[in-house]
């Protein structure tokens, strides 16, 4: 079944080591464009949500959700996206990224093709948002902790070690050759 322009899915995700969650299927994570963590709020904004949801039902919060954009200014924005520019060094830097990820002793899982794809999106829309039609290497640096850190799965033996995905995603990234 076809669903209406524009059809995104935002999903939370609880902790794995909680009571009654369970991990998603790398396929599933892979369709994910970005894991953008999110921590506690500090104790001012959770007074502050607190204040606000203390008269209101479910349906109060709702109605006070504001359309920030329409379904023609997000076809006008993807459409912006679409022509900022990207040198095939860059394109190269986005696949060396990804293919290291499948080669590192410390995965266990690297990240599949489609992770170079929402890699070269969320980098060309992040040259857009900073006001350039043009993708620079911080672009792609930048985005490849959210587009990469559901994608690839760490040995036991480095979670055991502590490391995580986005230290070792850093250490990828470092070990990649920045194009001049």
């Known amino acids: 079944h076809k669903m209406e322009f524009p059809f995104i ?5 609880n902790p794995i080591e909680q009571e009654g969650t369970y991990r998603l299927p790398e396929a599933q994570l892979d369709r994910f464009l970005f894991k953008i963590e999110v921590g506690y709020p500090a104790l001012q904004e959770e007074v502050d949500i607190l204040t606000r949801h203390q008269h209101k039902s479910q349906d109060d919060l709702l109605s006070d959700v504001q359309h920030v954009l ?3 200014a997000i076809r006008y ?5 679409q022509q900022v520019s990207i040198e095939p060094k860059l394109i190269e830097f986005i696949a060396a990224i990804v293919h290291e990820t499948r080669n590192n002793p410390s995965l266990f899982l690297g990240a599949s093709p489609r992770a170079s794809l929402a890699l070269l999106k969320a980098s060309k829309a992040t040259a857009a948002l900073r006001g350039r039609d043009f993708v620079i290497p911080e672009d792609i640096v930048d985005m490849a902790p959210h ?3 559901h994608r690839i799965i760490l040995t036991p033996e480095k979670e055991m070690e502590g490391l995580t995905a986005d230290a070792q995603i850093e250490l990828i990234i470092k070990s990649v050759e920045v194009p001049r």
């Open 9 to 13: 899915v935002l999903a939370t995700q």
């Open 70 to 72: 329409s379904p023609d």
């Open 77 to 81: 924005y993807r459409q912006i996206v």
């Open 147 to 149: 587009v990469l850190r």
